[in-house]
């Protein structure tokens, strides 16, 4: 945070299930993740934009065979420096506290955390779509 110019600056990237692998959700079998971060420096206050949208596959709560749910998040950070890391809550955006002389944030914790509470609780296909084999069991 500390290297971006005065300016804003835009950051974009794509990410597959190992992203959710790194965070051991075994609940993930496979995603396909894009990310757009832009971040808006003014002084020692760095505001960021994020959007992470794209598919992730879970397994069907119904009949567990895999199920793509489609995903649209946005959320906002405010960076500001201070004595250590942290986070807390604003109205409108979390804000993130960075230890002075900090020039990294690493953005992945946030996305999975948003990407993650961003998919429905009930987790199933659409009536009629799930592995007929295990609604026969699941029908007696």
Known sequence: M??????????????GGEFFESFGNPD??????HVSARAQ?????????CR????????????FDPLDLAFDCSFA???????E????????REIVMLPYGEADLDLAQFVYDYVWTSLPMQRVHPEGE?????????SK
């Open 2 to 15: 500390n290297g971006l110019a005065a300016a804003q600056t835009t950051f974009e990237w794509s990410a």
């Open 28 to 33: 993930v079998l496979g995603a396909e993740l």
């Open 41 to 49: 420096k003014s002084g020692s206050f760095t505001g960021i934009e």
């Open 52 to 63: 992470a949208f794209g598919t992730v596959t879970v397994p069907c709560d119904r009949c």
């Open 77 to 83: 950070l405010s960076v500001k420096f201070g004595p």
């Open 85 to 92: 890391f942290g986070r807390t809550d604003a109205e409108d």
């Open 130 to 138: 799930c592995n007929e084999e295990a609604m026969k069991y699941l």
